[in-house]
Nanobody, 115 residues
Framework: QVQLVESGGGLVQAGGSLRLSCVVSGVISGLNAMGWYRQAPGKQREFVASITVGGNPNYPDPVKGRFTISTDSAKKTVYLQMNSLKPEDTAVYYC?????????WGKGTPVTVSL
């Protein structure tokens, strides 16, 4: 199995930055891709960023140019650098990985962006 633990969330003012981390443990050989999702109160969970094991990132338009996903294989960690944060970025952020036809989720870390 694969376990994911997110950290780095918190309260930040609009325009500020945060870096989220997701430590991946367990059976991690054969990972296909890693990503971040978020869920705001009363809304559906939405895609934020992903990166393949080959290092190809993908972002939706709302975060493109502001968020950057990266990995550190030695630390078995996936990062999400979030810059120029906006109040609408407020949500619980979840790490997700894909392996052998299955996906795994962390429990999330909350991010609150104030005016």
């Amino acid at each position: 199995q694969v376990q994911l633990v997110e950290s780095g969330g918190g309260l930040v003012q609009a325009g500020g930055s945060l870096r989220l981390s997701c430590v991946v443990s367990g059976v991690i050989s054969g990972l296909n891709a890693m990503g971040w999702y978020r869920q705001a109160p009363g809304k559906q969970r939405e895609f934020v960023a992903s990166i393949t094991v080959g290092g190809n990132p993908n972002y939706p338009d709302p975060v493109k140019g502001r968020f950057t996903i990266s990995t550190d294989s030695a630390k078995k960690t996936v990062y999400l650098q979030m810059n120029s944060l906006k109040p609408e970025d407020t949500a619980v952020y979840y790490c997700r990985v894909w392996r052998a036809g299955m996906d795994y989720w962390g429990k999330g870390t909350p991010v609150t962006v104030s005016l």
